[in-house]
């Protein structure tokens, strides 16, 4: 118990020195880079939620951090501009404008009953079969984003979102994400889900209702996944469905892989380190574009060192950089020895 | 009459293309039981080949093999940079080692040559129309057929009577046994690897000539079609594989021949919801491969 509370300790006062001494410096480019980091944060522990503890790989998270946005959006752009920003939505759902905090929480909530619908079949999978449905509902997802105008407005840009996120609603949301899948993880669910991931056949033996605790694991998965998407709507204010496929799913994965799949720890840390790590990278981009040092644009740099980075972490430290252990049980199993000698 | 024939040659030239899709990805799955997330790009590899080498001068079938060897090369190199080195380590580390050397070879094309379309040379016959019992058809799609008979002969008789297919099929069925037995393992995933690209080649060469232009994004949709039809055939079966290419056609095809236009957009949606379905009902596929993982 100590060691969790140390992990949540340990994690969330990151997020809080990050907050203050971004406040205390007061740059605007800090700012978006914590408030973007504190999103990520929120997506990535989802996916941690439900891939570190099954040992499944998902790719269909990314589409309900785009249930999540499109929900919000729906409900938040104010009366008068929806005419404009969604010409064909439904009368029922036209008049309705409220306040963007609720309609977060409510954007998540539908994402985590979309995924209760789709998935519950799916847990029965395994290994590849697993990730290619996976994959097939991603691209469900995506296609009926792209297509259903009345409420997408299509595969164009839908704008008009009231700006709502701060930082402080980022991290907040953020440190709440981790103490829940800290909490996730020591529970009962919990445990029963990795002791499956560990050996499939052992758990079911010993009676663990392995689709059951996957449906749940995935379920809470997509909450955080819809919080997260909505979030970031009110934080960009204006996006289409491209935001929500193969590109953003292997900025996340990466995020969650370098750090460690299994523990919270590593999700947490992959985050920051990617999130930066890829911001000095598009700042250098951005750089040299505007130096037009070469004849054509300068992109895909910042993917190419991140897939180069997942190729390298997954081989050295297949594991991640936290591969087994929590931060706060390192930390005590560091104090310990000391006290031994 | 000659809609039934035009119908057919519809089906047949689009599945023999999606047919030949599914066996490259299915190859390596049915040895390694790991999605290869970069098949689409090997596609893409081929595709830019073609570009990079059209100003050479050369005839179009030297640039086409040039390409198709790039695949091939491609193929191999996946192996050595995606699959080999976290191999025996775990399926979620290789899926997602595949998946981000696909990302890298995407970003590559974008980085080095350019995010808008290039003009790949096609052949004159390509463009050209034939016109026989009442049906007028592109020359392409016989050119597909065709293509498709040759390739999936020429792949049955390599999987049926030489060393290296038995091989194949061997470590397929039981990889620890076939080792103990002699295969030398790394040859033969390298070779499926190889074989894996050669068929990326030649669907490239039929999907890119289609379009006429190859794009960094290329590979995608190919992916998703190998993607389908082996799960709708079955993801250890080769014949499985291209039963799965025609039938996807076949499906592909009646729909657009009879879904109303509003629904049509939504035809991917379609197709993916019976993919899942498919593998809830029969999460092996339509063709079985044995309990025991032999394979025919």
Partial sequence: MARNLTTIAVLSGLILVMVVATNLLGVRLFDRLAINLCISLVLVLGLQVFMGNSGILSFAHIGFMGIGAYTTAVLTIPVRMKGMSLPDLYPIVAGIELSPYVAILVGGLTAAAVAAVVSYPLMRLSDAAAVITSFALLVVLHTVMTHWSEVTNGPRTLFGLPRATDLNLAAGTAILAIVAAVAFKESRAGLLLRSSRDDEVAAGAMGAHIPRLRWQAFILSALFAGIGGALWGHFITSFSPKAFFLKETFVILGMLVIGGASTVTGAVFGAIIVTVTFESLRALEAGINQ???????????????????????????????????EIGALLWRRARKKEDR | MSFFLQFMIDVLSLGGAYALMALGLVIVYGILRLVNFAYGELIMVAGYTMYLTSGSGLPWLVMAAVAVLMAIMAGIATDYIAFRPVRAKSVTAVLITSFAFSTLLQNAALLFISPRPRNVPLPEIFSETVQFAGVITPARNLITIATAVVMLGLFSWLMRHTVLGIAMRAAATNFTMARMLGVPANLIISSAFAISGLLAGVVS????????????????????????????????SLQGAVLGGFLLAFMDITLNFTLPQDLLKFRDAFTFSLVILILLWRPQGLIRGPASGQRT
């Fill in chain 1, 291 to 325: 130096a037009k040092i070469f004849s054509e644009q300068v992109i895909g740099l910042t993917e190419i060192v991140l897939a180069l980075a997942m190729i390298v972490v997954l081989v050295l430290r297949p594991g991640g950089l936290f591969a087994t252990q």
């Fill in chain 2, 205 to 236: 060469m039929l999907w890119i000539g289609r379009v006429g232009a190859v794009v960094p994004g290329v590979g995608l949709e190919p992916l998703l079609i190998a993607f389908i039809a082996t799960v709708i055939g079955g993801m250890r």
